[in-house]
């Protein structure tokens, strides 16, 4: 089993419509959780973080954590075609500073 | 959020030569930074750790002789491919940790792409 695994995608949607980005985790001890888009040939880059079970909000995205089934989600609100990318969910476990990333999924926001 | 720099951002050399990479944390300061590989199409894989004054921490099946890390100050770290070959041709990532007021996350310098010939 993967430590963290995200499905590949494409995700398809419209424009103006909310993405979902949905991933998981295998280490029941991790404690930090990150957000990162790539767009090909570029570096990652930081979109949201989040710590605490519940959501977090900051601006068109929402990260939600639920540690008991060990699941992160980022939802994108108001697609636009420029957050067409690929999204990778990053993991960090306790007492340590590895974080392990996922393979990504790739959104397509659709005009 | 924190700015971190690479040089180069592209290098193509000949087989056998070696590259060396630069990171630097430009307003931060990170006893930690994190080196990368990523090939076309699949994620980025972590090859070491590198600690300001210490040596580096390499992951399984990393060789530490071929990839030098040198963490010689708060701001920066470098990694050496030592005779690179074509198989060492992807993309390198570097990573700083920010640490302080509440936070604890990494920034990503813009990569370097190395093509051995």
């Known amino acids: 089993q993967k430590e963290v695994e995200q499905n590949s995608g494409p995700l398809s949607v419209p424009e103006g419509a909310i993405a979902s980005l949905n991933c998981t985790y295998s280490?029941?001890?991790?404690?930090?959780f990150f957000w990162y888009r790539q767009y090909s040939g570029k570096s990652p880059e930081l979109i949201m973080f989040?710590?605490?079970?519940g959501d977090k909000e900051d601006g068109r995205f929402t990260a939600q954590l639920n540690k008991a089934s060990q699941y992160v989600s980022l939802l994108i609100r108001d697609s636009q075609p420029s957050d067409s990318a690929t999204y990778l969910c990053a993991v960090r476990g306790g007492g340590y500073q590895k974080v392990t990333f996922g393979t990504g999924t790739k959104l397509q926001v659709i005009p | 959020g924190a700015v971190v720099s690479q040089h180069p951002s592209r290098v193509i050399c000949k087989s056998g030569t070696s590259v060396k990479i630069e990171c630097r944390s430009l307003?931060?300061?990170?006893?930690?930074m994190f080196w990368y590989r990523q090939f076309p199409k699949q994620s980025l894989m972590l090859m070491a750790t590198s600690n300001e004054g210490s040596k580096a921490t390499y992951e399984q099946g990393v060789e530490k002789d071929k990839f030098l890390i040198n963490h010689a100050s708060l701001t920066l770290s470098t990694l050496t491919v030592t005779s690179a070959h074509p198989e060492d041709s992807s993309f390198y990532i570097c990573s700083a940790r920010a640490t302080g007021q509440g936070i604890d996350e990494q920034f990503f310098g813009p990569g370097t792409r190395l093509t051995v010939l």
């Open positions: 989040i710590y605490s079970n």
């Open positions: 280490d029941r001890g991790s404690q930090s």
């Open positions: 307003d931060f300061q990170a006893t930690t």
